[in-house]
């Protein structure tokens, strides 16, 4: 389960930015993940509870954002959303094999609550 390294990585980076906040704990950390990402959300959310105590975040609450997947065209120039992979393979608009993945790779910290 590669989601347990994925979290280790994201509380020791959640608590270094707490510390340079001269916060002692963090409350809230909102995460997003994105469609394409590979990571199971239920695994992460697992890995959260299981790595929080003995560390800051030992009382914390996590919030996952959810990002679906959006591709470009680069012909057209437009965005769109996409029901999967095979979505962005052509254009909805102009029909051209050009699509690319706009969005739903991300898995990022978006923001946290430190006290």
Do not use: Q, W
Not at 39 to 66: D, H, M, N, Q, Y
Request: hydrophobic content about 50%.
């Amino acid at each position: 389960m590669h989601e347990a390294g994925l979290m280790a990585r994201v509380l020791e980076i959640a608590a270094r930015h707490a510390e340079e906040a001269g916060a002692g704990r963090i409350r809230l950390i909102a995460l997003r993940v994105g469609a394409l990402s590979g990571v199971e959300k239920e695994s992460l959310r697992f890995a959260f509870e299981a790595l929080k105590p003995g560390t800051p975040a030992r009382e914390a609450e996590l919030l996952i954002e959810e990002v679906p997947l959006r591709g470009s065209c680069e012909a057209c120039n437009i965005e769109f959303a996409a029901d999967g992979l095979y979505g962005i393979a052509l254009c909805p608009s102009c029909g051209e094999p050009v699509a690319a993945v706009a969005a739903g790779e991300e898995l990022e910290i978006s923001y946290l609550e430190v006290i």
